[in-house]
């Protein structure tokens, strides 16, 4: 079954820098697209950044470009999210998720994980 685990979230000030990590486990990681969701306190989850399997082509949130930076590592199954000038509004927990999906008919599939969430307050 497959796993993921995020590290580095914590307490920041506005202005500042902190990077995310997401170690995969149990599931063939350079196959999976991989995403950077977040949740702020009374609001929806929303997707922040992410990368593809095919070819490492990157997406992001009007919100957050510019500023932000997703990348990942094959070899050592991990996602990794840089994030600078960071705002209150970038409090939340971020969760790291991976997808796949392929076939056709009847062969068709989609896989999908989610981590636990990690927690980032960006505080004075």
């Known amino acids: 079954q497959g796993q993921l685990v995020e590290s580095g979230g914590g307490l920041v000030q506005p202005g500042g820098s902190l990077r995310l990590s997401c170690a995969a486990s149990g599931f063939t990681f350079s196959v999976y697209d991989m995403s950077w969701y977040r949740q702020a306190p009374g609001k929806e989850r929303e997707l922040v950044a992410s990368?593809?399997?095919?070819?490492?082509?990157?997406n992001y949130a009007d919100s957050v470009k510019g500023r932000f930076t997703i990348s990942r590592d094959n070899p050592k199954n991990t996602v990794y999210l840089q994030m600078s000038s960071l705002k209150p509004g970038g409090t939340a927990v971020y969760y790291c998720?991976?997808?796949?999906?392929?076939?056709?008919?009847?062969?068709?599939?989609?896989?999908?994980?989610w981590g636990q969430g990690a927690r980032v307050t960006v505080s004075s």
């Open positions: 998720n991976a997808h796949a999906e392929g076939g056709v008919g009847a062969g068709m599939y989609e896989y999908l994980y």
């Open positions: 990368v593809t399997s095919a070819d490492g082509s990157t």
